[in-house]
C-alpha cells in the first residue's frame, strides 16, 4: 500500500512509491487507517531529517506518533517550507542557521518561515527574475515543479529529475520561500539527488 506521505515542491502531500533522500514531519496528521485527515501541519516546526538515525526504528503513521513525510532531496523540502532538524541533521541546521544570519533560534526560523510559505490553506509563491534565483530553488513554469541549478531548469518528478531546459528569461513564479532563497544565495549547498547529476534532454 503506497502512503499518502511525500512532499512535493508545491507543498502537497500526495501517494508516490519510494522514500526520497530526507524525512521530515509537521505534526500528527493522519488517523488509525493511517490515512491523512484535512489538516496539512499542526506546528510551525516542519523539518527535514535524516531517513536513518542512532539506529531509532519507527512504523511508519503509528497511532499518535507524528506523521513521517519524505522529499526526494532537501532542495524540495526547502521549497515546500521546510528546515534542516537540529537533533539529527545538526552541522546542516548550524549552517542553514549561519547562513540565515544573525544566530537565529529554531523557533525564531519556524515563524519567519510559517508566514513566508502558507497563504491561508495553499503554498505562498512569488514572482523573481530568474536570473536572480540562486541553486536550489524551485520554480513552477507551466504546471510542473523545475529546480535551478548550474543556469538551467531539471524537472521534478517523484522518482527523480527527469529533464532539463534553459533557465527562461525575466520573471517566474518562485516556489521556495524568501528566507530559504536567502540563505541559498549565501552559500548553503542543498543535498539533491543524484538524477540532479545528468537528467535527460526534453
Known sequence: MTLQNRVTPFADIVAAPGRGLLMGNRGI????RRKLGRRRWTH???????TEFRGRKRQ???????????????AVAFAAGHRPCFECRREAANAYA?????????????????AERLDGLRQRTRRRHAESLPDGAFVNRGGAAW???????????PA???AIIDRPAGAVEVLTPPSALRVLSAGYAPLLHPSAEAPAAP
Open 29 to 32: 496528521l493522519h488517523d488509525g
Open 44 to 50: 510551525k516546526a516542519w523539518i527535514c531529517c535524516l
Open 60 to 74: 511508519v503513521m503509528a497511532p499518535g506518533r507524528y506523521t513521517e513525510l519524505f522529499f526526494l532531496d532537501e
Open 98 to 114: 549561519a547562513c540565515w544570519g544573525g544566530r537565529p533560534r529554531a523557533g525564531e526560523m519556524d515563524t519567519v518561515l510559517h
Open 147 to 157: 529546480l535551478v541549478r548550474s543556469g538551467r531548469l531539471l524537472r521534478y518528478t
Open 160 to 162: 527523480g529529475y527527469d
